[in-house]
């Protein structure tokens, strides 16, 4: 009932779409979206972020989510992040309804900056990272979210163990940013 709730009050324009990015976790992304032509994000949830990017941009923006439905067969997030993408007419953001591994399979782009913020278990971080990284370019950012812990954090999460165990050992990327919990990697 509070989703409904929530979504009636976003159509009369009361409420904005939530998102679990912190304001200053957003601005460091969007500072790293600036200039780069193609931007994907892993989990949309209700397109705040997603708009914000397409917004710092003139490239394009690919928000994948699967809009998971919810008791009465309706996904509010989906509906409320495409009607918050026309209310912003952010026309560089591509609302792609898939899981991470069919848009991953169907991409065949070069990434200036991927976001992974979706399964937040740490199976489902390390599956998005090896599908997603080999598309990103040399010199290219990458952004993961819930990877330390913060004043927002709800709790120990997946996230966070793979930023601690699999990040440090890596050779191919350097820390460049961390906010909050949101670190910001460059490909090497």
């Known amino acids: 009932m509070r989703t409904l709730v929530h979504f009636c009050r976003f159509l009369i324009g009361v409420d904005a779409p939530h998102s679990q990015v912190t304001n200053d976790e957003l601005s460091e992304l969007v500072a790293h979206a600036k200039y780069a032509d193609m931007v ?3 989990g949309c949830y209700e397109g705040k972020t997603s708009v914000e990017l397409a917004g710092s941009t003139t490239g394009t923006v690919y928000s994948v989510d699967t809009f998971p439905a919810g008791r ?17 007419k952010a026309r560089n953001l591509r609302l792609v309804k898939a899981d991470s591994a069919e848009a991953a399979r169907a991409f065949d782009g070069v990434l200036d ?23 990103v370019r040399l010199g290219g950012v990458v952004a ?45």
């Open 40 to 42: 994907v994000e892993i």
């Open 72 to 88: 009465l067969g309706i996904c509010y997030g989906e509906l409320i992040a495409k009607l918050h993408r026309r209310r912003r």
């Open 113 to 135: 900056m991927l976001f992974i913020d979706a399964d937040h278990s740490y199976e489902g971080v390390r599956r998005d990272w090896e599908r997603w990284f080999p598309k």
């Open 144 to 188: 993961l979210h819930d990877c330390k812990q913060a004043a927002s954090s709800q709790g120990r999460k997946g996230s966070m163990e793979f930023y601690e165990k699999d990040i440090g050992s890596m050779s191919t990327v350097e820390e460049i940013a961390s906010v909050g919990s949101l670190v910001v990697l460059r490909k090497l």
